[in-house]
């Protein structure tokens, strides 16, 4: 009677301990839907990878895409009876209970002789923890999975969710991280390694674990080579082989976007959420990496060359000792852009300046870099610098700029961004110039005010004068006189000189006139600011904008007066393909029906209507004399059709050059973060221009050198010796010769007033200018 008691107290105890555990078991069937957590995938416009989105970096590949080799080898590796058996291997069950027992004499840690459906089952569906019930509900759940999931399905499932480390999830992220391809491209060596992985990556590390990785993989080899599934030739050929591994998994193998896809990150996040980091979704942005490889060289380049215009200022570190200066090189973080760049330890400064760099290797600077670092802060012994190989087996002496700035480029007329650049360098700072700084944009702003006048009655023949101006302050009492950059005035000039030669007192003249009210609103309207004070220092870009926003804004004079919409991602779709967003959102009811040979769609053109596009094409007309004869000369050497404009700000703070020909639209800004002064002389076309000039050289090599076209009811007429367009009706009658003008404001042509013969400013600018006098300038 004691014993039956016994039994029915310990058969109580296991039916409750059983009803415990399994209170909680998971559904096998979740799993039939079951996709795990992707990555998102970026893509330039030509196809590149650029970025990756993702918690965990996985790759999901179809089972029918993944090479037969590659799950040959996990199977040998894992589970060699994985299509024979029912989800619990009761032989390999055997031989790992046997093999526990010397691990535990030994005081290894015990094999768990999981199949590959018990290691889904955990990985999916449990949790890690070493413990009976686990394991109980994993050998109870893998047979549910056999009967509700095929054998293929299970292996796609493990082979796709396994972590396998260097921030790999799944073979095929395993496959891009440690040897940079696709897994249809892998050999049979590199397919054993991958499935050596899962015992544990930290065990097989491809660089520290070197040795115990190769033995593994040549085990593996040797196992498939004795289940048949490759020739014993196969394998002993494949053993032979070299462990080579990148030197670190990285997300993309182009490096010049980090700007652009940091900023597809926060407006991809902002639409889908936290589903961006798990969907894995196809998305194709507007980068164009020709054109962005060109900005961060351009940016960087113009950059260097201002800081090198300002001096040296002296050696990043000093060290008494050249003891460890390696260590003490590696802890300095160098522009990870400038690949050439390194450490250097100056040896001697007597004279030549001889360095030592991390190797052991030795040279000296170039006779030009020692000169210019005498002349600042000068070298001596002991000092850590960075270097470049230079001529004849020398070395250039380099230092991180201080100053920092922006570049963007985009089509006009589609709004796609091609290019950005958000600073120097993204290893050393993230913060995105181009989209988040606010800046003063200075006379770059002024096109925006004469578009006003002109779509309020002013014509490319009215004039408006150039004259001392005093006008009442923000403060009672006070006086404010702005005043243009040379100091000097050159009375009554046509619109055109107004914007050619950055004239300032002219254009508070033609705010005055025109209402400020208007120009803030058309500001607003275009999107350079979200509000603006309609006060008339705004007519000289005191307001702050981005980079981005006021490029954009430019991009309406050449398409046309449309406002685009300037956009970073132009498609996503999901992992079935299905498209979820599509930037361009114009219909084409006759696009699907197929050409049958008759005239093609007329599609049109994006962007909401903002002025008149004879409007668009004067102020084009006018920012191309900008470049032709104003203070954008230096674009002269493009040799095509260019317009732009400069932009100054009080004690040059900013820089900027808003430039453009009729395929793209670039918009350049420089300054220091912190907005201190840029120094004397730092005007847009010194800091500025010199940077859209070398970003255009390259870009126009993909673009015919087309003319802007102007509106086909546009009307002619000469003023001052310049073809200028009209909007009809509003053209003079007789052509307006040079030294004769039109009454100030929106007034029929009437000669006889004073004019001028537009004389150039003179080549330097002048010492001693108060700080109000810049603001809107040159």
Not at 168 to 179: E, I, P, Q
Not at 624 to 647: D, E, F, I, S, Y
Not at 727 to 754: D, S
Request: hydrophobic share 40%.
């Amino acid at each position: 009677m004691t014993v039956l008691s016994a039994v029915a107290v310990a058969g109580l105890a296991l039916a409750i301990y059983a009803a415990w555990l399994f209170h909680d078991m998971p559904d096998a069937g979740d799993l039939v839907d079951y996709r795990p957590p992707t990555a998102t995938r970026a893509y330039a416009i030509d196809g590149t990878l650029i970025g990756e989105f993702s918690n965990e970096r996985r790759i999901f590949v179809p089972y029918d895409r993944i090479p037969p080799q590659l799950a040959q080898a996990f199977m040998a590796a894992e589970d060699h009876n994985f299509f024979r058996h029912g989800g619990v291997d009761v032989t390999g069950l055997g031989r790992a209970m046997l093999k526990n027992v010397v691990n535990a004499v030994e005081g290894k840690r015990f094999e768990g002789g999981s199949t590959i459906t018990q290691q889904v089952a955990k990985n999916v569906l449990l949790s890690s923890e070493a413990t009976v019930g686990r394991k109980l509900k994993e050998a109870i759940l893998a047979g549910r999975l056999e009967q509700t999931l095929t054998k293929e399905q299970i292996l796609e499932l493990y082979l796709n969710e396994i972590w396998l480390g260097y921030r790999s999830y799944g073979v095929g992220a395993a496959a891009y991280n440690y040897f940079g391809k696709s897994i249809t491209d892998l050999d049979l060596a590199e397919c054993a390694y991958l499935a050596a992985l899962p015992k544990g990556p930290q065990n097989y590390h491809p660089i520290r674990q070197k040795r115990a990785a190769m033995t593994r993989r040549n085990m593996i080899l040797d196992q498939m080579a004795a289940l048949g599934w490759v020739s014993r030739a196969d394998a002993e050929a494949a053993k032979q082989e070299d462990l080579k591994v990148q030197a670190e998994p990285s997300r993309a193998k182009y490096k010049d976007a980090d700007y652009f896809v940091e900023e597809v990150r926060r407006r991809g996040h902002a639409t889908l959420g936290e589903r961006l980091n798990e969907g894995g979704y196809y998305m194709r942005t507007t980068l164009d990496p020709r054109l962005q490889t060109a900005a961060r060289i351009a940016l960087m380049d113009g950059l260097e060359a201002y800081d090198r215009r300002h001096g040296w200022r002296g050696a990043w570190g000093h060290l008494d000792s050249p003891e460890g200066w390696e260590d003490a090189a590696r802890r300095m973080a160098r522009p990870a852009e400038r690949r050439d760049w390194s450490p250097a330890l100056v040896a001697s400064a007597d004279g030549a300046v001889r360095v030592r760099l991390p190797g052991g290797s030795t040279g000296s600077l170039v006779a030009a870099d020692v000169a210019w670092a005498k002349a600042g802060k000068g070298l001596s012994a002991g000092d850590l610098i960075f270097v470049a190989p230079g001529p004849q087996g020398g070395y250039l002496l380099k230092q991180v700029p201080a100053v920092n700035g922006a570049l963007v480029a985009m089509e006009p007329h589609s709004g796609r961004v091609l290019a950005m650049v958000g600073g120097y360098s993204y290893s050393l700072s993230n913060f995105n110039r181009a989209t988040q700084a606010q800046r003063q944009p200075g006379s770059a702003f002024k096109p925006i005010v004469y578009a006003t006048a002109l779509e309020n009655g002013y014509t490319p023949a009215s004039v408006v004068a150039d004259a001392p101006i005093s006008l009442p302050g923000a403060k009672q009492g006070e006086v404010w006189s702005p005043e243009n950059y040379y100091h000097n005035f050159l009375g009554a000039q046509v619109l055109r000189r107004g914007l050619e030669l950055s004239l300032n007192t002219m254009t508070v003249r033609l705010a005055q006139g025109v209402g400020m009210r208007r120009i803030s609103d058309m500001a607003t309207r275009l999107g350079v600011v979200d509000k603006m004070d309609p006060v008339l220092s705004m007519a000289l870009g005191a307001g702050e904008t981005s980079p981005f926003r006021l490029t954009t804004a430019y991009a309406s004079f050449v398409n046309g007066g449309r406002k685009v919409e300037p956009h970073l991602i132009e498609l996503v779709q999901d992992r079935e393909g299905k498209t979820i967003f599509r930037a361009d959102r114009r219909d084409c009811p006759h696009c699907r029906a197929g050409f049958n040979g008759d005239e093609s769609p007329r599609i049109q053109p994006s962007g909401t209507q903002m002025f008149d596009p004879i409007t668009a094409y004067q102020i084009t007309s006018m920012l191309q004399g900008v470049v032709q004869r104003g203070t954008g000369t230096a674009a002269l050497v493009l040799n095509r059709p260019v317009g732009g404009k400069t932009g100054t700000t009080n004690e040059y703070r900013s820089a900027w050059f808003e430039g453009f020909t009729p395929q793209i639209v670039v918009g350049v800004f420089v300054g220091f973060d912190d907005n201190r002064s840029l120094g004397h002389g730092e005007t847009g076309a010194q800091a500025a221009l010199p940077i859209f000039v070398e970003f255009m050289k390259e870009a126009i090599k993909g673009y015919p050198p087309d003319d802007f076209k102007a509106p086909a009811n546009a009307k002619f007429a000469m003023v001052r010796g310049i073809r200028e367009a009209f909007r009809p009706g509003t053209e003079p009658k007789l052509a307006v010769p040079a030294g004769l003008g039109v009454r100030t404001g929106p007034q029929p042509y009437a000669p006889g007033l004073p004019g001028s013969q537009f004389p150039l400013p003179p080549p330097a600018a002048p010492a001693g200018k108060k700080s109000d006098d810049l603001n809107g300038l040159y």
